[in-house]
């Protein structure tokens, strides 16, 4: 298996909704990593994980709340979200965090209302 | 601060055209450096790497990149694009911190 799903696709939400994005991985790859992205820009990196233990918050705010459970999951909780935060929600994995290229999975779709 | 500046936003060009793409990278250590694809409604994949050793690198789909260390620089070459090459092109820099840090990226789109 070399590839890093996620779900949901597509996920709708109002700002006072909570709901949780999630990421799978059966590689043996012990970093994970979030990632946003706006149309046509770069991802941009939010949060790093390393054997399990958050090593990288990219000063997200706390409205999003990463929670890796084991070595193959990756959740990200999303609370009172704004409009804003409307974009495409990429996970990654590689095997380690220095020198090792991330794969990337499809993404979930995200539209705050 | 490191950073990833990639100089060509968006290329259009007609089949068989040859392509090259430029990024330059600004950090002074060691460094691992990347050229990612992502193809129109697919995920990002990775086209090719490098680590050390050969500064020419190749990678999949006919592309291949050269390191040059004086330069900063890690640029992208196809000896002739095909109409299925059009997709987002992202340079990316991975510093020992673990932090990747992707350029800005560059649309190319191929003319049939």
């Known amino acids: 298996d070399t590839e890093v799903t996620q779900t949901p696709k597509h996920l709708v939400m109002g700002m006072t909704n909570k709901k949780s994005l999630k990421c799978e991985q059966h590689?043996?790859?012990?970093?994970m990593y979030w990632y946003k992205q706006k149309a046509k820009k770069p991802p941009e990196l939010m949060f790093v994980?390393?054997?399990?233990?958050?090593?990288i918050n990219e000063s997200v705010p706390s409205r999003f709340s990463p929670e890796c459970p084991n070595s193959s999951l990756l959740n990200l909780h999303l609370h009172a979200l704004q409009p804003e935060d409307s974009a495409l929600y990429l996970c990654?994995?590689?095997?380690?965090?220095?020198?090792?290229?991330?794969?990337f999975g499809p993404g979930t779709r995200l539209t705050v209302l | 601060a490191q950073s990833v500046s990639q100089h060509n936003h968006h290329v259009i060009l007609s089949e068989a055209a040859s392509l090259e793409l430029g990024c330059n990278y600004s950090y002074g250590g060691t460094v691992n450096l990347f050229w990612y694809v992502q193809y129109p409604g697919q995920h990002l994949q990775l086209l090719l790497k490098y680590f050390s050793g050969d500064p020419l690198v190749k990678g999949i789909k006919g592309f291949e990149a050269e390191f040059i260390k004086s330069k900063f620089s890690f640029n992208l070459r196809k000896p002739s694009v095909q109409w299925s090459d059009t997709a987002e092109y992202f340079c990316a820099v991975n510093a020992p911190t673990g932090k990747l840090i992707f350029g800005q990226g560059t649309t190319l789109q191929v003319k049939p």
């Open positions: 990654a994995s590689s095997q380690g965090t220095s020198g090792f290229p991330p794969f």
């Open positions: 590689m043996g790859h012990r970093a």
């Open positions: 994980y390393s054997y399990e233990k958050l090593s």
